[in-house]
């Protein structure tokens, strides 16, 4: 996995990081992770 992340400030009291990834394999190159989820897993949804 390689990461990147953000830390945008633009004013007021604090700024906001983001963090922005992918997911590489071997097989398969990037794997494109929404196309693999499951939105519809009741577990998933109480997590997020």
């Not at 590489?24 to 009741?42: A, C, F, M, Q």
């Amino acid at each position: 996995m390689f990461e990147k992340m953000y830390y945008l400030h633009t004013g007021g009291a604090h700024g906001n990081r983001v963090k922005l990834g992918i997911v590489v394999s071997k097989k398969e190159g990037i794997v494109p992770l929404n196309e693999r989820i499951d939105w519809n897993n009741l577990e998933l949804k109480k997590l997020l």
